[in-house]
Structure formats: structure tokens, C-alpha cells
């Protein structure tokens, strides 16, 4: 994947040893517009956990009609960003965290019964009515891709089978509006997430019937994929074709990996070519702490070379032509490895490597402070 000519002109004018991200603010308006179009019936939330760059969830923020965030910390970028609107899920919320989030007027998804008491007592303490989806894991697995997190043992939500017993507590200062629903990471498959869809608003039509809800939310998360060792991505027109959401309902997604993965490039330059044991390195500046998706995925990143004119020393600049590289970072591990057998035609020492699809769970996700390197330039465009 070939960066566009605005992120090259912004890495041509790094000094070396050029390591960066690039965010881009095109990409990432034109990803919703598309995700827009094709979900017509549909709110879109972007989820602010893909990217916390204050530019990206700005961007992303006025592109969507709002973000999700899942911790007090997005919470304060979302307010900060002008999101019209704040929907607040996620896990082991704290009371600050949920007294923060009535303050800020954000929809909560509800985690557990305990957290359902919770949010009730500190409404009552803030004399409002809060409003909330309770997340649900469901009996069944939903969809193919990764990280699944319902039909499955996971810490998430609160199990079907117990979402009478939850629902019965007491909530006076609590609306529930529906049900959160969130299911996988990174599906390809455009048709099933489409049956997912009309399968969670199919669903929570009878579950709010069962449980004397008036459904007006249905939440489906995000989990729209992209495939890092190709240029494909889920097909968003087969995920709209043949939704329908009934009268009164909001039907909610909020993807985060779809709609900033492809606004995101990682640059890394070569400062060493070397050999062992049969292999061959191009080892950068950067690494797995910057951007940690690939090992902790376990897959081999792809990246474009940024062949590079300047070499300041006086000796013959090390060059590999028609080899295959494994791309190792600056870390002392041997699981700092970004890419294994990677082919070049020509690759130099002062070259840049680029990655494309880094601005999803790329450094957000990663372990900044092993070995204390200085941390890459962000250059948003
Ligand atoms: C509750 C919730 N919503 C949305 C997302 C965003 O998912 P994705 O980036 O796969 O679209 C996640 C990711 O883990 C999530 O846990």
C-alpha cells in the first residue's frame, strides 16, 4: 500500500533517522463519509480507543455524530474534541468515571448489576436520570474475526441468562434504552455482519419485550475489518444491504480499527543491514513499541520502501537488492520484529520504511516506555 503524496511530502521533509506517524484528515473524513453512505439508517459513533491522537478524534468527531469512549481519560479527549455526542462503555468503571460521565451527558453502557446500582445511586447524587444500554453476552457467538466477546467466557456485559436478574434491581434514576452488543474485532465478512445487525435489532426487539423495555437503542459496536496483509476491506455495501431498523429505534455502530486504520502511516528508517545465521535484517529506528500491532497479532506487516538520497558517511552506503528482510526494531528482544520476509528489490541503509494501516491500535496500543527510546514525530496532514 503506497502512501499518498501528502504523507510522503510530510516524511521527505523529516530529519534523519526519520521515524514517525502520519496521520492523514482526508482519509479519515472520507472513511466515514463512506461508512455514512453505506449505513444510512444508522448512527455512527467513532471509537476513540483505535486512535486517542486529539487531531484524529477531533477529525473524527465532527465527521460522525459522536465517539465512544471507555475510560475517563478518552472521555476528557471527547469533551475536549466537541463530540456532540458521548456514549461511555467499557469494563471496571469507577465512580468518578461514571459521575464524569453523567456530568458530560454521555449515554453509559451498562457493564454489570453491580455497576447498574452504582450508576443509580450516583444519578440520584447528581439529581438526574441517567440514561443507559446494558450490554449483553449473548449465548451465541455472532460473527467471524477476532477478540470475540459475546457467546463466549469473557468479562463483558452481562450474561443473557442473567439480564432478568440485572434488569430487576433497583434503578429508579436509570433508563435503560436498550441493549450494547458488541461483538468481534476486525470482520471481513460484509453479508454476516449485515445478518448480525438485523440479528441484534431482531434480538433486542423481543429481549425489551421480555423485560418490559421500551427499546429505543440498539448498539451493535464496531468490529468492521480491514486485512492488513492485503488492500481489502470489509464490503460496507453488503454490511448495509438488507438492514431494516424498526419505527422508533436508533440503531448504533461505533467502529474504531475501520475508520482510522487506513488515515495512520508508521515510518521507520533503516539504520542497519545485517545477516545471521541465514537471515537478513533491516533493522530501524522504531520498533514494536511504537507500534506493537503485528507481534502482538502475530502477522508480518507490509510496508513500502522511501528510498532516501542522502548518506553522510565516507564509506560505500550498504545496499541489498532482489532480497527478502525481516524488519527488526531498536529493542534488546528478539520479538521486536515488525515483518519477516519481507521482499526488496533495493533497499539502502538511511531508507525509509512505511507502513500503511498503522492508525489503528498502532501506538495506542503500545509499550512506549521500553528501553526509553525517544518516541516517533506525530505529523498530522
Ligand atoms: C465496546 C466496543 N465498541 C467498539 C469497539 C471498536 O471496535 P473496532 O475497532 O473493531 O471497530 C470496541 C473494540 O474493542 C469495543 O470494545
Known amino acids: 500500500m503506497r502512501p499518498p503524496d501528502r504523507v510522503v511530502a510530510a516524511l521527505r521533509d523529516l530529519p534523519s533517522p526519520v521515524c514517525a506517524y502520519v496521520y492523514d484528515r482526508q482519509a479519515l473524513r472520507d472513511r466515514a463519509d463512506a461508512v455514512r453512505a453505506a449505513l444510512p439508517f444508522a448512527t455512527l459513533l467513532y471509537a476513540v480507543k483505535a486512535n486517542g491522537h486529539p487531531d484524529v478524534v477531533r477529525t473524527l468527531a465532527a465527521a460522525c455524530d459522536g465517539v465512544e469512549v471507555a475510560s475517563g481519560g478518552e472521555l476528557l479527549l471527547a ?95 436509570v433508563t435503560v434504552t436498550g441493549f450494547h452488543l458488541h461483538a468481534v474485532s476486525n470482520n471481513l465478512d460484509g453479508p454476516a455482519h449485515a445478518r448480525f445487525l438485523a440479528d441484534a435489532l431482531d434480538w433486542s426487539v423481543r429481549a425489551a419485550a421480555r423485560h ?43 467502529p474504531g480499527r475501520l475508520l482510522a486504520a487506513d488515515a495512520g502511516w508508521y515510518a521507520a528508517e533503516v539504520v542497519d543491514l545485517k545477516q545471521a545465521h541465514g537471515r537478513r535484517f533491516a533493522v530501524v529506528r522504531g520498533g514494536t513499541h511504537h507500534f506493537r500491532l503485528p507481534a502482538a497479532w502475530g502477522y508480518s506487516h507490509p510496508s513500502t520502501v522511501l528510498s532516501r538520497a542522502a548518506w553522510p558517511y565516507p564509506w560505500e552506503r550498504p545496499r541489498w537488492n532482489d532480497q527478502t528482510v525481516d524488519v527488526a526494531g531498536e529493542l534488546c528482544t528478539p520479538r521486536d520484529i515488525l515483518a519477516r520476509d519481507q521482499p526488496v528489490t533495493d533497499l539502502a541503509i538511511g531508507d525509509v520504511l512505511v507502513f500503511g494501516r498503522a492508525g489503528a491500535y498502532g501506538w495506542d496500543i503500545s509499550h512506549h516506555e521500553f528501553l526509553r527510546h525517544p518516541p516517533p514525530s506525530f505529523i498530522v496532514v
Open 79 to 173: 469533551q475536549a474534541a466537541g463530540a456532540r455526542r458521548i456514549v461511555f462503555g467499557g469494563p471496571a468503571k469507577t465512580d468518578a468515571e461514571l459521575a464524569a460521565a453523567l456530568a458530560a451527558g454521555a449515554q453509559v453502557n451498562i457493564e454489570s448489576g453491580q455497576e447498574l446500582r452504582r450508576l443509580d445511586r450516583l444519578a440520584r447524587e447528581a439529581g438526574v436520570v441517567a440514561s443507559a444500554c446494558v450490554r449483553v453476552n449473548r449465548a451465541t457467538a455472532a460473527l467471524p474475526g477476532s477478540h470475540a466477546m459475546t457467546g463466549a467466557p469473557t468479562p463483558f456485559g452481562v450474561e443473557e441468562s442473567q439480564l432478568g436478574e440485572v434488569l430487576a434491581l433497583p434503578h429508579d434514576q
Open 212 to 254: 418490559g423495555i421500551h427499546l429505543r437503542t440498539v448498539n451493535a459496536g464496531g468490529g468492521f475489518g480491514v486485512d492488513y496483509l492485503s488492500d481489502a476491506t470489509i464490503d460496507l455495501a453488503a454490511v448495509g444491504a438488507g438492514v431494516t431498523v424498526p419505527a422508533g429505534v436508533e440503531l448504533i455502530v461505533e
